[in-house]
């Protein structure tokens, strides 16, 4: 059965590796995590912050030398930020005295916070930090109000801190709450908690305080934080902002739907820049980095204080061909409105189908492939009544343009819009549903070339970058449209003449765009939608040669096209074959794709890019025939020559035909690369021979196992058999497992490792964890019964590489057992015994 994970045992203090503070920080939050229902986080805004991000936010701060710090941390959960912030000035070792107090209501967490902040003082012990500590258990915003109330009354300044890190709570406020009146009392009003976390924080920074938060994105713009960024900014300078690819890798422990965002900021004069930096996740060592002006970011004119943030060169192209158009809808005459059909308040009036006095009733699912399709196979009804009480949530059957209002950044466009023909129906009204915005003018439809036009322009890929540069949440809302900025109705309606019977591609809208629009030369080195577009097609080329999911991102696009030296301008057929290393090869990324990445990260463009490109034998190393080092920065790599030759194929007749020969010849490629893989094979010692284990795998693993486990936990046992993913097993003392009472009919029923630690007189079973499960209740029982002929006790461990590995199988993992990660090699975790490596009778 599973177990209870409240019942686990953690280490004590004294057990705790100086040198694993944040390690054992992230296991507590993982444990923790698991307890906390997704109701409860939701309530109360919860989202405990992981290793990799505290670690990255604590890295932000920059006065880490003064000889007295005070911290802040509001809204402190288990203290995962605080004790990467203690961890970082441990290693500064120029700070006497470290003072933190965190703010925490939740009971649950508050015990878990206790017992990082011991471990933080331990830490600090170590390095003769005087440390002291505060845990305040009363609401953040409440105790903020009223110190900043007492100080204002005896005219003194509350300002305490020299530093601040928080995760804030999300969690929308009503404008009748308590809540919502303190923060007024402060100067603020804000519809989310987060916000006044923020501006709270601010006030309480001594001048030049450092302050980094972590929190959603949508602040940056919007009508319902203008009063907030108005405050937020005039009190601090923005410094740096982190963002990320992916919403899933920041908290993957939890459901966040919006895009989040690191700030580091300090009260003090703003600078005349600002550095913005990109990854796909918080551990992501692949950084793309962009300095950008002050006032590029927050424009010093604009009443919104709207914050842009440009994490690129081709960012800054697109706003500035955005700033080319400059009509307001209330320009055009047009407007946009949400649907006004909300199905569960309508649902008397909803059919499943068209028939007597309905009228056709469209929701986002007939949105398809930008066209309408209905009527749909779904259990969404596709017709309303058309009577007295639906009247007013119905609208004339005429041209309309239709968007959905939902999407994500991981979807191919942001804005999906799609024309309305009210020909395609006989009926005098229709229904949008309230998932859908709609396009009209005074109530009233558009007339089809306008809805042409409109509808091209919404789709192009000049609107959808700029769109994702200034949308951080999953809603395109109406106040999202009607802040963009369009094309004359000359314009529109010149786009709308070219769509005749069918709507045009995503490329042929494009050309639309550049030709009718921006007077673009298609050649332009400065074509923001020629860089996407080629970027695309690099990605739709590695997935077609057949490489995995984490090969197909903008790394290994760009990579792949420094190797062929093709700018963005350039025809696939002027592809060639230059000699280049790394740091050139991203230098061809900032010079012509207008991509700079971090320098330190061409380890990252080696490991996990141009070794898989050579493992596929699409490039090769040291053509040229001189001798270099393994790793050296001197290696140059070149593209295969028939690489070289299918790529210049790419977009003509001949592409299918030459990829599907091309995928067929690499065939005799895999004999030398199954060569060269024999040669990495991994090397263990056994008995005094020296044996190999197929690469990659368990067998990773199972090396650690043999080299770190055995010699710690099991001294002077005898090795009686070590599976290998590729030959079934290694080395297999049949013999001494008959002498113990045991015939084993199945290679697949073994663990991977058994041990006789002959001391003891114990059998001692593992499990390497990478793919299969652990030794859970049902395989416990089936190795208990598989054994049942030894007539010593056994003692069963799972193994795993990393805690955040273990992570998934935790409730899985049988009592009466232990547990081992590679990574923490010198501990073990048993699961309810009296003694760490305890053979339990049967």
Not at 2 to 20: H, K, M, V
Request: hydrophobic share 40%; net charge neutral.
């Amino acid at each position: 059965m599973a177990n209870d994970i409240s019942s686990l045992e953690l280490r004590s203090l004294a057990e705790i590796s100086t040198g694993n503070l944040l390690a054992e920080v992230d296991f507590r939050r993982t444990v923790a995590s698991l307890q906390l229902t997704q109701d409860k986080k939701a309530s109360m805004g919860q989202f405990l912050t992981p290793a990799s991000v505290a670690e990255l936010m604590a890295g932000m701060f920059d006065r880490l030398d003064l000889p007295e710090i005070s911290l802040l941390d509001a809204g402190a959960g288990i203290g995962s930020l605080l004790a990467a912030f203690v961890n970082k000035v441990c290693q500064q070792k120029q700070t006497l005295s470290l003072r933190i107090v965190a703010y925490e209501i939740d009971p649950f967490l508050i015990g878990y916070l206790r017992q990082t902040l011991k471990l933080c003082e331990r830490e600090c012990q170590r390095v003769n930090i005087s440390f002291n500590y505060e845990i305040r258990e009363i609401d953040f915003i409440k105790d903020t109000a009223k110190r900043l109330e007492v100080n204002l009354l005896n005219n003194t300044n509350q300002a305490e801190f020299t530093h601040a890190i928080l995760n804030p709570p999300y969690l929308k406020i009503n404008v009748h709450s308590q809540t919502r009146k303190w923060l007024r009392s402060i100067g603020l009003e804000t519809s989310n908690l987060y916000t006044g976390f923020m501006a709270a924080t601010a006030q309480l920074l001594k001048p030049k305080g450092e302050f980094v938060a972590i929190t959603p994105r949508s602040f940056c713009n919007g009508t319902y934080f203008r009063e907030f960024r108005k405050m937020f900014l005039q009190m601090m300078a923005l410094q740096q902002i982190h963002l990320f690819d992916s919403r899933q890798e920041t908290f993957t422990d939890d459901d966040v739907l919006q895009e989040t965002v690191i700030i580091k900021a300090t009260k003090e004069q703003k600078s005349s820049s600002v550095i913005i930096n990109t990854s796909s996740g918080a551990d992501d060592d692949w950084i793309l980095s962009h300095s950008v002006p002050y006032t590029a970011l927050v424009h010093p004119q604009d009443p919104e204080q709207f914050i842009h943030i440009l994490p690129d060169k081709i960012s800054e192209q697109v706003v500035a061909k955005m700033a080319l158009f400059s009509c307001t809808l209330e320009d055009l005459g047009l407007t946009v409105s949400t649907g006004r059909v909300v199905d569960f308040r309508a649902k008397e009036y909803l059919r499943k189908n068209l028939e007597k006095n309905t009228v056709p009733l469209i929701y986002p699912i007939n949105l398809s492939d930008l066209y309408i399709k209905y009527p749909r196979i779904t259990k969404k009804p596709q017709a309303i009544l058309h009577v007295e009480e639906t009247d007013k949530i119905l609208v004339p059957n005429e041209h309309y343009v239709l968007c959905k209002r939902f999407s994500s950044k991981e979807e191919k466009r942001r804005i999906v819009a799609v024309i309305y023909n009210a020909e395609i129906f006989d009926c005098d009204y229709v229904g949008f549903e309230n998932h859908l915005n709609y396009f009209h003018k005074d109530g009233r439809g558009l007339s089809h070339t306008l809805a042409c036009g409109l509808a091209v322009y919404l789709n192009s890929t000049l609107v959808d970058l700029f769109f994702r540069l200034f949308n951080g949440h999953t809603q395109v809302n109406a106040t999202d449209l009607r802040k963009l900025k369009y094309p004359t109705l000359e314009q529109l309606l010149s786009l709308g003449t070219e769509i005749k019977e069918r709507f045009p591609s995503g490329c042929e809208i494009d050309l639309l765009v550049q030709n009718k629009l921006l007077n673009m030369s298609n050649q332009s080195d400065k074509n923001p939608i020629k860089i996407k577009s080629r970027i695309d097609e690099a990605l739709q080329i590695l997935r077609q040669l057949g490489f995995p999911r984490r090969q197909l991102n903008e790394r290994s696009a760009l990579t792949l096209l420094a190797l062929f030296d093709l700018k963005p301008t350039d025809s696939w057929n002027l592809a060639t074959s230059p000699l280049m290393g790394i740091t050139p090869i991203m230098d061809f990324m900032s010079q012509h794709y207008g991509k700079t990445y971090k320098p330190n990260t061409r380890e990252t463009v080696r490991r996990q890019t141009v070794h898989q490109f050579l493992d596929a034998a699409l490039i090769v190393a040291n053509p040229d025939n001189l001798s270099r080092p393994i790793n050296s920065p001197k290696t140059v790599y070149q593209i295969e020559e028939s690489a070289l030759e299918l790529l210049r194929t790419y977009g003509t007749n001949e592409w299918e035909k030459s990829i599907s020969t091309y995928l067929a010849s690499i065939e005799t490629f895999k004999k030398q690369y199954a060569q060269e893989r024999e040669m990495s094979r991994i090397p263990i010692v056994i008995a005094g021979e020296i044996k190999t284990l197929s690469p990659g795998g368990q067998n990773i693993l199972i090396e650690k196992i043999i080299n770190d486990f055995a010699p710690r936990f099991t001294p002077g046992g005898k090795l009686i058999y070590v599976g290998d993913t590729d030959e079934k097993f290694t080395h297999f003392d049949e013999a001494a497992l008959t002498d113990l009472g045991v015939t084993i009919d199945s290679h697949g029923k073994m663990s991977d490792v058994i041990i006789h630690l002959t001391t003891n007189n114990w059998l001692v079973l593992i499990e390497a964890v990478t793919s299969h499960g652990p030794i859970n209740a049902k395989r416990k029982k089936d190795l208990e019964s598989l054994f049942k002929g030894v007539k010593i006790p056994l003692v069963m461990v799972t193994t795993f590489l990393s805690r955040k590995a273990m992570v998934e199988y935790l409730p899985e993992i049988a009592w009466e057992t232990d547990v081992w990660v590679a990574e923490d090699a010198t501990h073990l975790i048993h699961f309810n015994g009296e003694h760490l490596l305890q053979a339990y009778e049967i």
